[in-house]
C-alpha cells in the first residue's frame, strides 16, 4: 500500500511516521509509457545505472546517453551477425532493426529543428581513406542521418583533426573545443566514431534570479568535505515526487519537450545507496511523473566538463565484439576485413544557472510501496549529492534521456564572464584617462569598441583573435561567453520606450571587391544580427557616405563626417552611443559660475543643480559623485579632485579596481546639493591613430583578418568612433524636460568647479528594486564613455 506522509519536513525529523493512503494530492500522477517507447526509454536506463553504479565513490559526472546510442546506431546499420546482436540487444531489444533505425533517425531529425533553445547533435564515422565506405552503407545512413561519413587522410592527420574540431567548435558556439585528438586515429584499421551534443536552453518562465540566489550555502560532498555554492531558490509549482528514500523534482524548459529532473537521495550520502535500490523500470517511471505541487526548491549552481569514457560500461552490458577485431563483424560499413571499433568516449559539460541550463554532450514498486509522502510544503534542498537528468518527452508519451549525470561537489555554474568584461572596460577607461592631454577635453567609449573587436575577432586569425580575447576578457575566456554577454548588453532595457535612450550601435563595412567569407557573415550574425554591410572601397565618396550614413542615423544628426580614407583598407569599423534619457532626481538651472581652467584662468559657466539623491563619497584624493538618470540603469559618475587642478596627479594614481568599487557604492547623500557645469562633448577619433595608447597589442599589425575574406593578403582595417555627449539641464542629449515639485531647503552646495574626470556606466535592468543590495549583487556593468573636462565651455 502507498502512504501520505502528514507532518511538515520541518519538524517530521525524529518522530514515528503517520501515513495514510495515497489520494490524487499526493504528486504522483504518472504518464504511461508503452510498446516500444517503453523498450527505448528502459534499454537508455539500463545503461544510465550502469554507468552511475560504476564507482563507489561518488564523483561528479556527465555523459550523453541518447548521443552513445546514435554512434551505435551508425555501428549497427553496418555490422552483422553477433555483432549486430549485441548492439541490437542494447538499443532495443526484440524490436526490428528497422524499428530501431526510424526510432533514432526520428529524434535526430526532431532534434536538429527543436524550436526555442540551442541543440546540436554531432555524430562522425571516420574511416581511412585507404578503405571505402560501401555504397549500401552510404545510402543508408545518408537516409536516416544525412551524412556523417567522412574519410580521413592518415597522412595529414593534423589538418583533419584541426578540421573536425573546427567544425565542432563552431557548431557548438566554442563550448565543444576539441572531439578528436591526433591519436584517436592512430590505427588505420580502426573505425573512429566522433559524438558529441551541445545543449542549452532556458527555464520555461523566470524561476530564479540573481536577487534570490543564497550564496555561499554549505554543501555536504562527504562526511569530511564541505564546500561552499550558490544555490538558486524558488517557492513555486514544480514536478514533484516524494518516497521513503528519494525525492524527485523537474523543471520544465522554454521548450516544453524538455526537463531537467533532480533526483535526491533523503539520506546525506546515500547516493550510491538509492542507485542500487534503482532499476531500469523504476527509472522510467521517475521520467513518468507529471504532477505538479508548490514547494521551497533549493539546487546549487554547478559546472561541470569531463571527458568519458563508455567502453568499459558497453562490455559489461554484452557489446564487446565490436571492440574485437577477430570478432568484430561491420562487413555492412566497408569491404576492408578486420575493422573495429576501438574505444567509444564522449566529451561533455553542463552548467546550470539562474537562466536555464547548458550542456554539452517507477512501477516504483519497491520504493512507492515503502511510502509516498505528501508534505504540506515540501523542501527540496539538494545540499548533498544528487543525480540529474536531461529528457525529451513527446506528447507521444516518447522518452530519451539526453544527458544524465551526478553532482558531487558542485563547481560554481556563475558565468563570471560579465565581471571579467567588466574589469575589462574599466581597465581601458581608465588607461584611456591616463593617457590624455590634461589640457584639454577628452572623450572615448569603452563598450562600443569593445563590440566592435569582438565582432571582427570572429574572422580574425588565431593570434589576433588570441590577442582579442585576451584585451576583451582574458585569455581563459571562451569566445562564445563573450559573444554572448555583448549581445545580451546591447538589449534596451524595456523601461527605455518612455523614460529615455540609451543605445549602442556599430556597423563592419567589408569592402566588396574581395569576396567576403560566409562562415564570416553567418557567424558574425548569430550574435550581432546584421552589422556586416558590404561596400566599394574603390569608390572613397561611397566609403564617406556609408561611414556619415552609419553616424547620422544612429546619432539622429544630419552633419556630414569628415575623415581621411586610405584606400589600402578592407575593412572599417565603426561605433557609437546614443543618449537621450533624462536625470532621475531633482534639478534646477543654477545661473553662471565661475569654473577655474588653471591657475590662471576661470571662465563663467552655466551651472545645474541637484537638490539631492546623488550618490556622493570622499577619499584622500577626490570627490566622487553619482547621478542617476531616468532609465533605473545609467549614471554618470564624476571624479573630482580635492586640489584644484590636481586632475593629472590623480588619474595617473587612480587605481582601477577602486574606481570599480565606487561604482558599485549605494551611499545615497541627502545632507548636500550637487552643482555641475553643463558640458557638451562631440568627436570622431579613428582608433588606429592612438593604438599604441590604447596597449591592444598585434591586431593592427596588416593581413591578421583574413577569415574575413576569402582572399589572402588584405591589409587591415580602420576603427571609427562618433561620440556626442551633452549634460544639460533636463539629463544626457535631447531629453524630455522634468519639472522640479517641492520646496528645497538650503544645504551646503558641493561644487565642481574645476577639470575633473567622468565615466559613464549602464548598470542591468534589475537596479531599481535593490539600491541597498546592488554592491552585494551586481559585479558587471557597461562602461559606455570615460573622458576628462578641462572647459567645459569648449566642444571637442
Not at 580575447?469 to 524595456?494: C, Q, T, W, Y
Not at 553619482?626 to 590623480?650: A, C, G, H, M, Q
Not at 562631440?682 to 583578418?705: Q, R, T, V
Amino acid at each position: 500500500m502507498n502512504f501520505l506522509r502528514k507532518n511538515c519536513p520541518k519538524c517530521f525529523k525524529g518522530q514515528e511516521d503517520d501515513r495514510k493512503s495515497l489520494d490524487s494530492e499526493s504528486g504522483y500522477n504518472p504518464i504511461v509509457f508503452e510498446g516500444s517507447s517503453k523498450i527505448f526509454l528502459e534499454s537508455q536506463c539500463e545503461f544510465v545505472l550502469e554507468k552511475l553504479k560504476e564507482k563507489e565513490t561518488i564523483e561528479n559526472l556527465i555523459f550523453s546517453p541518447i548521443s552513445l546510442f546514435f554512434s551505435l546506431e551508425t555501428i549497427f546499420l553496418g555490422s552483422k551477425n553477433e555483432t549486430a546482436k549485441q548492439i541490437q540487444n542494447l538499443l532495443g531489444k526484440d524490436l526490428s532493426e528497422e524499428e530501431i533505425h526510424e526510432y533514432f533517425s526520428n529524434i535526430w531529425s526532431d532534434l536538429k529543428i527543436a524550436k526555442d533553445l540551442t541543440i546540436f547533435p554531432v555524430l562522425k564515422v571516420f574511416l581511412s581513406k585507404k578503405h571505402e565506405f560501401l555504397e549500401s552503407y552510404k545510402q543508408k545512413m545518408d537516409k536516416y542521418y544525412q551524412g556523417t561519413l567522412e574519410n580521413v587522410d592518415f597522412d595529414n592527420l593534423g589538418k583533419v583533426v584541426a578540421k573536425i574540431n573546427k567544425q565542432v567548435y563552431d557548431a557548438t558556439e566554442g563550448n565543444i573545443d576539441k572531439v578528436v585528438e591526433t591519436n584517436d586515429f592512430g590505427n588505420e584499421e580502426r573505425i573512429t566514431l566522433a559524438n558529441s551534443l551541445f545543449f542549452e536552453a532556458n527555464w520555461l518562465t523566470d524561476y530564479f534570479d540573481t536577487l534570490s540566489t543564497k550564496k555561499d550555502v554549505d554543501f555536504f560532498v562527504n562526511p569530511d568535505k564541505i564546500v561552499k555554492a550558490d544555490f538558486l531558490a524558488n517557492d513555486t509549482d514544480f514536478i514533484y515526487g516524494s518516497f521513503e528514500n528519494l525525492q524527485i523534482c523537474a523543471l520544465p524548459l522554454k521548450n516544453k519537450q524538455f526537463f531537467m529532473y533532480f533526483v535526491l537521495p533523503r539520506k546525506r550520502f546515500g547516493l550510491f545507496e538509492m542507485f542500487q535500490e534503482l532499476n531500469k523500470e523504476k527509472l522510467a517511471e521517475i521520467f513518468a511523473i507529471e504532477k505538479e505541487i508548490h514547494i521551497y526548491l533549493r539546487i546549487p549552481k554547478f559546472k561541470i566538463e569531463m571527458d568519458v569514457q563508455l567502453t568499459e560500461n558497453l562490455k559489461q552490458m554484452g557489446i564487446s565484439d565490436v571492440f574485437d577485431r577477430e570478432k568484430c563483424d561491420v562487413s555492412q560499413i566497408s569491404a576492408e576485413p578486420n575493422l573495429n571499433v576501438d574505444d567509444i568516449r564522449q566529451k561533455c559539460f553542463i552548467m546550470i544557472n539562474e537562466e536555464g541550463v547548458k550542456a554539452g554532450a517507477i512501477t516504483l514498486s519497491d520504493i512507492r510501496g515503502a511510502g509516498l509522502y505528501s508534505d504540506p510544503m515540501p523542501f527540496f534542498t539538494a545540499d548533498h549529492p544528487f543525480a540529474y537528468f536531461i529528457v525529451e518527452k513527446l506528447q507521444s508519451n516518447r522518452c530519451n534521456i539526453l544527458f544524465a549525470g551526478i553532482v558531487a561537489e558542485p563547481i560554481s555554474g556563475n558565468d563570471t564572464i560579465g565581471r571579467i568584461v567588466t574589469e575589462s572596460q574599466v581597465k581601458f577607461g581608465v588607461d584611456f584617462c591616463k593617457t590624455c592631454d590634461f589640457t584639454k577635453n577628452a572623450i572615448f567609449a569603452p563598450f562600443p569598441l569593445f563590440l566592435n573587436l569582438a565582432t571582427v575577432g570572429i574572422g580574425a586569425d588565431d593570434e589576433a583573435a588570441k590577442n582579442i580575447l585576451g584585451f576583451l576578457a582574458n585569455d581563459d575566456s571562451k569566445p562564445v561567453d563573450i559573444h554572448k554577454h555583448l549581445r545580451h548588453e546591447m538589449k534596451p532595457s524595456e523601461y527605455e520606450c518612455y523614460r529615455g535612450k540609451v543605445e549602442v550601435f556599430q556597423q563592419i563595412f567589408a569592402d566588396k571587391n574581395f569576396e567576403i567569407d560566409g562562415n564570416f557573415t553567418e557567424s558574425v550574425k548569430r550574435y550581432y544580427s546584421d552589422v556586416v554591410k558590404p561596400i566599394d572601397f574603390s569608390n572613397e565618396s561611397e566609403v564617406e557616405t556609408n561611414v556619415s550614413e552609419f553616424f547620422n542615423n544612429s546619432l539622429k544628426t544630419d552633419v556630414s563626417e569628415q575623415f581621411q580614407h586610405d584606400p589600402t583598407t578592407n575593412l572599417i569599423l565603426a561605433n557609437t552611443v546614443f543618449f537621450r534619457v533624462r536625470w532621475c532626481l531633482q534639478v534646477i538651472d543654477d545661473g553662471i559660475s565661475d569654473f577655474f581652467i588653471d591657475e590662471q584662468t576661470k571662465k563663467l559657466v552655466e551651472m545645474i543643480n541637484f537638490t539631492d539623491g546623488f550618490l556622493h563619497e570622499k577619499t584622500e584624493d577626490f570627490c566622487y559623485f553619482s547621478l542617476e538618470l531616468d532609465d533605473d540603469r545609467t549614471y554618470l559618475n564624476i571624479i573630482l579632485p580635492n586640489k584644484k587642478f590636481d586632475l593629472e596627479n590623480v588619474i595617473k594614481n587612480l587605481d582601477w579596481s577602486n574606481l570599480m568599487q565606487l561604482f558599485l557604492n549605494r551611499k545615497y547623500n541627502s545632507e548636500f546639493m550637487l552643482r555641475i557645469p553643463k558640458f557638451k562633448l562631440e568627436s570622431i577619433l579613428d582608433i588606429i591613430d592612438k593604438a599604441n595608447n590604447f596597449k591592444i597589442p598585434g591586431i593592427f599589425d596588416e593581413n591578421c583578418f583574413g577569415k574575413v575574406f576569402s582572399a589572402e593578403n588584405v591589409k587591415n582595417l580602420k576603427i571609427l568612433q562618433k561620440v556626442q555627449f551633452d549634460v544639460n539641464k533636463h539629463g544626457i542629449g535631447n531629453a524630455e524636460e522634468r519639472k522640479p515639485y517641492g520646496n528645497f531647503p538650503k544645504k551646503e552646495i558641493l561644487k565642481v568647479n574645476h577639470p575633473f574626470a567622468f565615466f559613464v556606466v549602464k548598470k542591468p535592468e534589475f537596479s531599481q528594486y535593490v539600491r541597498k543590495e546592488y554592491a552585494v549583487q551586481v559585479e558587471n556593468f557597461q562602461l559606455l564613455l570615460s573622458g576628462i573636462v578641462i572647459d567645459p565651455t569648449i566642444n571637442l
